[in-house]
């Protein structure tokens, strides 16, 4: 059975950072794009970071230079850095895997993550 956990949300004052992690387990990490999605109150669900099984990444255009996501095959897990935050980050984030970048099979709980301003 697959099951991601995401841990590290918070509050946090506008400007500072926060580190998301992803434990994913059930699967095999390096078959899979991973990525983070964020969802905040009245408004569609994004996705703000992809890591591909090929290597490539990429970033909503809103998060770019402030955001880092990265993975760890070995040890089942993803991570996103967030940097200068903004009160526009508030939302909910979610981790999601798709098997050979396909479809988002597999998701997290999400963890909330609230910016100050």
């Known amino acids: 059975q697959v099951q991601l956990v995401e841990s590290g949300g918070g509050l946090v004052q506008a400007g500072g950072s926060l580190r998301l992690s992803c434990a994913a387990s059930?699967?095999?990490?390096?078959?899979?794009?991973m990525g983070w999605f964020r969802q905040a109150p009245g408004k569609e669900r994004e996705r703000v970071a992809a890591?591909?099984?090929?290597?490539?990444?990429d970033y909503v255009d809103s998060v770019k230079g402030r955001f880092t996501i990265s993975r760890d095959n070995a040890k089942n897990t993803v991570s996103l850095q967030m940097n200068s935050l903004k009160s526009e980050d508030t939302a909910v984030y979610y981790c999601?895997?798709?098997?050979?970048?396909?479809?988002?099979?597999?998701w997290g709980q999400g963890t909330q993550v609230i910016v100050s301003s």
């Open positions: 999601a895997a798709a098997l050979y970048g396909r479809s988002w099979s597999y």
């Open positions: 059930g699967l095999t990490l390096s078959r899979y794009t």
């Open positions: 890591s591909w099984s090929g290597g490539i990444i």
